[in-house]
């Protein structure tokens, strides 16, 4: 009889073991809960486990450079994994571009854009990417184009300028690189207002500021950020903002649809990532970067910069980059720039 009672309570653990075990794997799975999973990796998506490479098309220091290592260094602390900015500039941003476009869609590799590399590049040179070879991200900033001049030029408004139409001058308007959406801008504005121009074209924006600071060309356009300083220096005069709307960080500006010119050729930020990379990783990282553009650490850095937050989902991106490419290949075609 004990020796059944003894029996009878081994099978009674055994069993009670049996079904503990059994209830713990139909809950987690053979591992435990938190294995495979590090700070920053998605559960079963097991991403990221390396350092993420962010490609800047331009020199290292300008302002896309140093927003894209402010931004970084916010993602770098939610994954657990480093975001290295890798600055590969040349030919108005497509060399990098196209370096990106063909890089393994493994989810290591993203860049950032401006928008002119993706809407108005592919019509003006032969460039060795598409729309099609990108998924994207996030859109980040707006950024608007300004017309400057020097502030001791005879022209206080965008009226003065209007005047040289009938002076038989041939005004010269500096820009950061042929194609540059400071170059289209200008170049259909003296058109639109009839005065005879020619473009100088520099290697990036500050180089352009110089050469206006010093007399060398009469015109420039460039976004906020590289132009502030100089406008709080009083060695530069602003005349309009090539946007639909006033910018909301220089609201005494008035944009040029204002002053008689309906010319958007405002610049946007974005990030893209090579099309062949699975979804699960785009969705991924377009949470994290949206967090990113959203903490206050770096609407922070947006408002000391004079920069303006534009947030998009990644399919706004791509709709916007479509729409954008057929306008800009119209206005281009108009102006009769050829391909390089």
């Known amino acids: 009889m004990r020796k059944t009672f003894f029996i009878s309570i081994a099978l009674i653990i055994a069993l009670s073991t049996l079904l503990a075990a059994c209830g713990t794997n139909s809950q987690t799975g053979s591992e435990p809960s938190n294995a495979g999973k590090t700070a920053g990796q998605d559960g079963d998506l097991n991403y990221p486990k390396k350092p993420i490479t962010f ?3 331009w020199a290292a220091g300008g302002g896309s450079d140093i927003m894209s290592r402010a931004l970084a260094d916010i993602v770098s602390k939610d994954i657990g ?7 590969r500039d040349g030919a108005n941003g497509t060399i990098a571009t196209a370096e990106v476009a063909k890089s393994k ?11 002119g590399v993706m809407t108005a590049q592919p019509t003006l040179r032969k460039v060795n990417y598409s729309i099609d070879d990108f998924k994207a991200i996030a859109g980040i900033t707006y950024e608007p184009i300004i017309l400057a001049v020097h502030a001791n030029s005879p022209w206080q ?9 009938d002076s038989g001058k041939t005004l010269k308007f500096g820009h950061s690189g042929s194609g540059s959406f400071p170059h289209l801008a200008q170049a259909e504005f003296f058109k639109q207002a009839g005065i005879q121009a020619s473009d100088v074209p520099f290697k990036g ?5 110089t050469a206006l600071v010093g007399g060398h060309v009469d015109t420039i356009a460039g ?14 005069r602003m005349l309009g903002i090539f946007s639909p709307e006033r910018f ?34 785009v969705a991924f990282l377009e949470e994290k970067f949206t967090d990113a553009i959203r903490s206050e ?14 947030l998009l989902t990644g399919e706004e991106v791509m709709d916007k980059i479509k729409s954008e490419f057929e306008m800009n290949k119209e206005i281009i075609e108009r102006l009769g720039i050829t391909q390089q």
Do not use: C, R
């Not at 408004?157 to 139409?165: G, I, N, R, Y």
């Not at 650490?297 to 534009?310: E, R, V």
């Open 248 to 281: 909301e960080e220089l609201p005494d500006v008035p944009t040029m649809k204002e002053q008689g010119f309906d010319i958007d050729m405002s610049v946007w930020k974005m990030i893209l990532i090579p099309s062949e990379t699975p979804d699960e990783i």
């Open 81 to 87: 994994q480093p975001v290295v900015i890798s600055n």
């Open 55 to 57: 490609v800047v098309p």
């Open 297 to 310: 650490q770096f609407q922070s850095f947006l408002k000391s910069n004079n920069l303006a937050m534009q």
């Open 223 to 236: 976004h906020p950020f590289d132009l502030l300083p100089q406008v709080e220096a009083g060695t530069i």
């Open 157 to 165: 408004t965008l009226e003065d300028l209007l005047k040289e139409k």
């Open 105 to 115: 869609g493994d989810g290591y590799t993203i860049v950032l854009e401006a928008s």
């Open 205 to 209: 924006s500050n180089p352009a500021t």
